[in-house]
């Protein structure tokens, strides 16, 4: 799924002419990113954490040469689903699971 088809549902469910539809995925995606960009936590109910981790920096290896390097210290940005969007994914998968043919 693309943000197109997210601003197509959100056309269609709610009825807000394409142009609000899109403005309105636009600010909301906006203002995830600017509260991740702060370093706090999204949490969206029923649907799961957005959490930004910092990660020291680290002994690697470039995997062509071998030769070790280091990496440097970041943040990255982590999802952690919630439980009801966990058991909502995995009884999907299962439905999906039962009605598929059995492979011979």
């Known amino acids: ?41 999204v949490k969206l109910s029923g ?10 920096s680290r002994k690697g290896r470039n995997p062509k040469t071998g030769q070790e390097i280091e990496i440097t210290p970041r943040s990255v940005v982590s999802f952690r689903p919630s439980m009801i969007f966990k058991e909502h994914v995995i009884e999907s998968t299962e439905s999906t699971a039962s009605a598929a043919p059995a492979a011979e």
């Open 47 to 56: 649907f799961g954490n957005f959490v930004v981790r910092k990660k020291r």
């Open 1 to 41: 799924m693309t943000k197109a088809d997210i601003i197509s549902d959100v056309f269609d469910k709610v009825g807000l002419p394409k142009q609000d539809a899109e403005e309105l995925v636009e600010m909301i995606l906006d203002t995830i990113k600017q509260t991740l960009k702060q370093s706090e936590t």
